[in-house]
């Protein structure tokens, strides 16, 4: 089982861009899934394969008939959609009205996305963007079949405080209270800190010391480069070597990281044509580069 749920508490901190770029460098087949309850970006920032825009008919929206009458993981193979680049997306609801057609199916999709490195036939890792979830967001539901819930945040002293706030307030929510470092639960709870990274020594040991003192049983698992020419070349919009920049460097760390340490638990590997690297060793979500 490997979901991975991305979110922040609040602003916008890249969670995006974050997803993306993990997704881009996934060392298996990988589904990147908008699941955020207030509309995906993708659909407006990147092109299809066959060099067009993505149909936004196809992917959450559509999942939610299908759901309804129960969901077996291979099925959300059928709402699935290839970025330009190579990279699976089951593209975001265009605007939170559309996620009333979701209410009471965020457990049922949770356990699909969980289930579906099982699958026999075309196994894969998701990589899920929830956006912002402060206040009670729907897509939380998810997060108890997931392996990982990482709060992205970026390291100005209000960012911090909040995502400390927010991953004790999760430990609470899915763990039922307060934990120490020793006394981690599943899923885990993790930050990833977007910041300068001349910076990020300091302020990772920081940022660690401050989840600790606080017994939110979270720790920081890695940094993601603010990098806003990367960002704009794994979009597409400007050109360059997408696997030079700092911010899929970054990300390639993170995901080594994150291999080395809870790769023993996804053990099922992946397969077949989908989520295959592109020329320069990262799958841009873009038009080109």
Same mark, same amino acid.
């Given at each position: 089982? &490997?979901?991975?749920?991305?979110?922040?508490?609040?602003?916008?901190?890249?969670?995006?861009?974050?997803?993306?770029?993990?997704?881009?460098?996934?060392?298996?087949?990988?589904?990147?899934?908008?699941? %955020?309850?207030?509309?995906? !970006? *993708?659909?407006?920032?990147?092109?299809?394969? #066959?060099?067009?825009?993505?149909?936004?008919?196809?992917?959450?929206?559509?999942?939610?008939?299908?759901?309804?009458?129960?969901?077996?993981?291979?099925?959300?193979?059928? #709402?699935?959609?290839?970025?330009? $680049? $190579?990279?699976?997306?089951?593209?975001? *609801?265009?605007?939170?009205?559309?996620?009333?057609?979701?209410?009471?199916?965020?457990?049922?999709?949770?356990?699909? +996305?969980?289930?579906?490195? !099982?699958?026999?036939?075309?196994?894969? %890792?998701?990589? &899920?963007?929830?956006?912002?979830?402060?206040?009670?967001?729907?897509?939380?539901?998810? +997060?108890?079949?997931?392996?990982?819930?990482?709060?992205?945040?970026?390291?100005?002293?209000?960012?911090?405080?909040?995502?400390?706030?927010?991953?004790?307030?999760?430990?609470?929510?899915?763990?039922?209270?307060?934990?120490?470092?020793?006394?981690?639960? @599943?899923?885990?709870?993790?930050? *990833?800190?977007?910041?300068?990274?001349? %910076?990020?020594?300091?302020?990772? #040991?920081?940022?660690? %010391?401050?989840?600790?003192?606080?017994?939110?049983?979270?720790?920081?698992?890695?940094?993601?480069?603010?990098?806003? @020419?990367?960002?704009? =070349?794994?979009?597409?919009?400007?050109?360059?070597?997408?696997?030079?920049?700092?911010?899929?460097?970054?990300?390639?760390?993170?995901?080594?990281?994150?291999? =080395? =340490?809870?790769?023993?638990?996804?053990?099922?590997?992946?397969?077949?044509? #989908?989520?295959?690297?592109?020329?320069?060793?990262?799958?841009?979500?873009?038009?080109?580069?």
């Amino acid at each position: 089982m &490997a979901l991975i749920a991305l979110a922040a508490d609040k602003g916008s901190p890249g969670v995006t861009t974050t997803a993306v770029a993990l997704a881009a460098v996934w060392p298996r087949r990988v589904l990147l899934a908008e699941t %955020d309850p207030a509309g995906g !970006d *993708l659909v407006y920032r990147s092109a299809a394969a #066959h060099g067009g825009p993505l149909n936004p008919n196809t992917g959450m929206l559509s999942i939610a008939a299908t759901a309804r009458r129960g969901l077996v993981p291979d099925q959300i193979w059928d #709402h699935v959609q290839p970025l330009s $680049g $190579g990279l699976d997306v089951l593209v975001g *609801l265009a605007n939170a009205e559309q996620a009333a057609g979701l209410a009471g199916l965020w457990p049922t999709l949770g356990r699909a +996305f969980a289930q579906l490195a !099982d699958s026999e036939h075309a196994p894969a %890792d998701v990589i &899920a963007d929830c956006g912002r979830i402060s206040g009670d967001v729907p897509a939380v539901e998810m +997060f108890a079949q997931a392996a990982l819930v990482l709060l992205v945040a970026r390291t100005e002293p209000e960012a911090i405080a909040r995502v400390r706030d927010r991953a004790a307030a999760l430990t609470a929510k899915l763990h039922g209270g307060p934990r120490g470092a020793g006394a981690l639960g @599943t899923p885990l709870i993790g930050v *990833l800190l977007v910041t300068d990274p001349g %910076d990020s020594a300091k302020i990772v #040991h920081q940022v660690n %010391d401050m989840l600790v003192a606080a017994q939110t049983g979270a720790r920081v698992v890695g940094t993601i480069a603010a990098d806003s @020419t990367g960002a704009e =070349q794994l979009a597409g919009r400007k050109r360059g070597r997408l696997d030079k920049s700092l911010l899929i460097r970054s990300a390639r760390k993170v995901t080594s990281d994150l291999y =080395q =340490q809870f790769g023993a638990a996804w053990s099922v590997p992946a397969g077949g044509p #989908h989520g295959q690297a592109g020329p320069n060793g990262a799958r841009p979500a873009g038009a080109g580069r």
